[in-house]
């Protein structure tokens, strides 16, 4: 079969104009970037306020594996698969960082046949959105310690800075470096480092902003260091966020392109899943609500992560309610969460499917009990799966009360995905009127984070670091104790340990560090050992990436 790359490279892709008038958007609403993107001037969502909100369809997954999920190419492709039966659809995702194109995973566009176009510049640098974030957290670093250079009014206490710099690039050597050296000239020396874009708080503020007064409020609230006598400086006591909020001005509109069968899609913010809260901008969300009749969104990861986080910070800043969750697995990863190596997952192994089938169960679990949302499972095929592994997941998420579907939207587009559309569609006139956030505001943030890790995790309980303990006594006594959590945890188990496969038990969550993050409104909880500046792999997907004298890429995927 041919490659992603080549597959995208062959597709008669439709001016941007045709997708936009298709959805009832005026040149006087959009922005070009060319002849095949666009962005969207996020003020017509205030136009279309009055209009009725969309169906809206969560996709989320188990929790990845090398085997490969297809998460986002089972988004698009049951967008594609909602058109084709008559649904006005439009399509909903993140934006890829650079980090993980050069690094493992590859690029984050979809695959096969289901695929958001041009998937070139969709994987690199795209309209520029991700840069501005790093330039508006950047500038608030530089002023940070320009504050401090020039006489630190403010007192704030250099010991006590928590905002790092970011790179839009996997770069371990990074993470800890000590800067201002050199002599006075050239600042005040400290320790200082590095997260990657997808981490910084700016991104997450302009994926949760409602509009730009909003994103400045927001902006103005972030925690950049303490002072000496413990309070908090914020970008607005640094009178960053007028600028900060100006490198943004064209970042905050949505971005439009369209898949292979040319739906709709909003491709806006990247905050990671792992390490963030891992959703779509909610106003491309809230604007292809108002645009469609369905809308087709992801989370990132599997659905102890984002889908959590989808709920409990997305949803309620937003006013969100999914009308269905589509949770993606594959017989080959399943098999892999019971235990079997990559090399052998080809084979048939009824015995492996059975025990690594607890890693969905768990996460079916969620959605119907403790999200209190209807579940449709989406397997997605590959050549190897046999007929009696696809039936017996099949018949076991049917004894859950979940419904499955085989698709198959790699290999065939929209067509593949039209029985899973079906049964969504069948989800959604079912209805469910049991939505629950998995936590009331009102809980102290430990008592949260507990709550998260065992219901969410299967946990037995939290250990909490003495800094973490120390951290969220402090955060309660400033007035943050009403924010929702963000869990900072790996995403291949449900523990903190990633070599934790399937559906572990009788384990414990530690939370090693806790941090604020006031403009974007939310705790960071991170366990593990997680990192926000992940690191290449000793083969980075960069060395297989190349492009010819007639600007031809080849070997992204």
Same mark, same amino acid.
């Given at each position: 079969?041919?490659?992603?790359?080549?597959?995208?490279?062959?597709?008669?892709?439709?001016?941007?104009?045709?997708?936009?008038?298709?959805?009832?958007?005026?040149?006087?609403?959009?922005?070009?970037?060319?002849?095949?993107?666009?962005?969207?001037?996020?003020?017509?969502?205030? &136009?279309?306020?009055?209009?009725?909100?969309?169906?809206?369809?969560?996709?989320?997954?188990?929790?990845?594996?090398?085997?490969?999920?297809?998460?986002?190419?089972?988004?698009?492709?049951?967008?594609?698969?909602?058109?084709?039966?008559?649904?006005?659809?439009?399509?909903?995702?993140?934006?890829?960082?650079l980090g993980p194109v050069f690094g493992v995973k590859g690029g984050a566009a979809g695959g096969g046949y289901a695929q958001?176009?041009?998937?070139?510049?969709?994987?690199?640098?795209?309209?520029?959105?991700?840069? *501005?974030?790093?330039?508006?957290?950047?500038?608030?670093?530089?002023?940070?310690?320009?504050?401090?250079?020039?006489?630190?009014?403010?007192?704030?206490?250099?010991?006590?800075?928590?905002?790092?710099?970011?790179?839009?690039?996997?770069?371990?050597?990074?993470?800890?470096?000590?800067?201002?050296?050199?002599?006075?000239?050239?600042?005040?020396?400290?320790?200082?480092?590095?997260? +990657?874009?997808?981490?910084?708080?700016?991104?997450?503020?302009?994926?949760? /902003?409602?509009?730009? /007064?909003?994103? &400045?409020?927001?902006?103005?609230?972030?925690?950049?260091?303490?002072?000496?006598?413990?309070?908090?400086?914020?970008?607005?006591?640094?009178? *960053?966020?007028?600028?900060?909020?100006?490198?943004?001005?064209?970042?905050?509109?949505?971005?439009?392109?369209?898949?292979?069968?040319?739906?709709?899609?909003?491709?806006?913010?990247?905050?990671?899943?792992?390490?963030?809260?891992?959703?779509? $901008?909610?106003?491309?969300?809230?604007?292809?609500?108002?645009?469609?009749?369905?809308?087709?969104?992801?989370?990132?990861?599997?659905?102890?992560?984002?889908?959590?986080?989808? #709920?409990?910070?997305?949803?309620? +800043?937003?006013?969100?309610?999914p009308n269905a969750v589509v949770i993606v697995a594959s017989i080959r990863a399943l098999k892999h969460h019971g235990g079997?190596?990559?090399?052998?997952? $080809?084979?048939?192994?009824?015995?492996?499917? =059975?025990?690594? %089938?607890?890693? @969905?169960?768990?996460?079916?679990?969620?959605?119907?009990?403790?999200?209190?949302?209807?579940?449709?499972?989406?397997?997605?095929?590959?050549?190897?799966?046999?007929?009696?592994? @696809?039936?017996?997941?099949?018949?076991?998420?049917?004894?859950?009360?979940?419904?499955?579907?085989? /698709?198959?939207?790699?290999?065939?587009?929209?067509?593949?995905? #039209?029985?899973?559309?079906?049964?969504?569609?069948?989800?959604?006139?079912?209805?469910?009127?049991? %939505?629950?956030?998995?936590?009331?505001?009102?809980?102290?943030?430990?008592?949260?984070?507990?709550? +998260?890790?065992?219901?969410?995790?299967?946990?037995?309980?939290?250990?909490?670091?003495?800094?973490?303990?120390?951290?969220?006594?402090?955060?309660?006594?400033?007035?943050?104790?009403?924010?929702? +959590?963000?869990?900072?945890?790996?995403?291949?188990? @449900?523990?903190?340990?990633?070599?934790?496969?399937?559906?572990?038990?009788?384990?414990?969550?530690?939370?090693?560090?806790?941090?604020?993050?006031?403009?974007?409104?939310? #705790?960071?909880?991170?366990?593990?050992?997680?990192?926000?500046?992940?690191?290449?792999? &000793? =083969?980075?997907?960069?060395?297989?990436?190349?492009?010819?004298?007639?600007?031809?890429?080849?070997?992204?995927?």
């Open positions: 079969m041919k490659s992603d790359i080549e597959i995208a490279q062959e597709a008669k892709i439709k001016p941007i104009k045709e997708i936009a008038e298709k959805v009832g958007l005026t040149e006087d609403e959009i922005f070009y970037y060319g002849k095949y993107k666009a962005k969207v001037d996020h003020r017509v969502l205030k &136009k279309l306020e009055d209009r009725k909100d969309a169906k809206l369809i969560l996709v989320t997954a188990i929790n990845p594996t090398p085997a490969g999920e297809g998460k986002t190419t089972t988004t698009v492709g049951l967008g594609d698969a909602l058109n084709r039966l008559g649904k006005k659809t439009m399509i909903a995702l993140r934006e890829p960082s958001v176009l041009p998937m070139e510049d969709i994987n690199l640098h795209f309209t520029g959105d991700i840069h *501005a974030v790093s330039a508006a957290h950047n500038l608030l670093a530089a002023m940070l310690d320009n504050h401090i250079y020039q006489g630190n009014k403010l007192n704030i206490d250099p010991r006590r800075i928590v905002w790092k710099r970011v790179v839009d690039m996997n770069d371990r050597q990074l993470r800890f470096v000590v800067n201002g050296l050199g002599g006075k000239a050239n600042g005040v020396p400290r320790e200082d480092g590095y997260d +990657i874009t997808a981490a910084s708080e700016v991104m997450a503020v302009l994926t949760l /902003s409602k509009d730009l /007064s909003d994103l &400045k409020e927001r902006l103005s609230k972030i925690v950049v260091a303490y002072t000496y006598d413990g309070k908090p400086v914020t970008a607005g006591d640094l009178k *960053a966020q007028g600028a900060m909020a100006v490198l943004l001005k064209e970042a905050i509109n949505p971005n439009l392109v369209q898949t292979i069968e040319g739906t709709p899609a909003f491709v806006h913010g990247g905050p990671f899943a792992n390490i963030a809260h891992g959703c779509n $901008s909610l106003i491309a969300t809230k604007l292809a609500m108002k645009l469609a009749d369905y809308v087709v969104t992801e989370a990132g990861f599997g659905a102890d992560l984002g889908a959590e986080k989808f #709920i409990d910070i997305k949803s309620r +800043i937003g006013g969100l309610k079997v190596s990559k090399e052998k997952l $080809s084979e048939e192994n009824l015995q492996a499917l =059975e025990k690594g %089938f607890e890693n @969905l169960q768990k996460h079916i679990e969620n959605v119907k009990d403790v999200f209190g949302l209807p579940a449709v499972v989406a397997i997605n095929r590959f050549p190897t799966d046999t007929d009696r592994e @696809l039936q017996y997941v099949v018949d076991r998420c049917s004894e859950m009360g979940a419904s499955a579907a085989i /698709s198959e939207v790699f290999a065939k587009g929209g067509e593949g995905g #039209i029985e899973l559309a079906k049964k969504v569609l069948e989800a959604i006139e079912r209805g469910n009127d049991d %939505f629950n956030f998995v936590y009331p505001l009102e809980m102290g943030l430990k008592e949260k984070i507990e709550t +998260i890790a065992k219901r969410v995790y299967g946990a037995i309980g939290v250990d909490f670091s003495k800094e973490a303990e120390k951290e969220i006594e402090n955060l309660e006594k400033l007035g943050y104790n009403n924010l929702p +959590i963000c869990m900072a945890k790996t995403q291949y188990s @449900l523990s903190d340990d990633p070599k934790l496969l399937g559906r572990p038990r009788n384990f414990k969550i530690t939370v090693r560090q806790v941090r604020i993050s006031a403009g974007a409104g939310f #705790i960071v909880a991170l366990t593990g050992e997680i990192m926000t500046m992940p690191g290449l792999p &000793k =083969e980075p997907a960069a060395e297989k990436i190349d492009i010819d004298e007639n600007g031809k890429i080849t070997g992204l995927f």
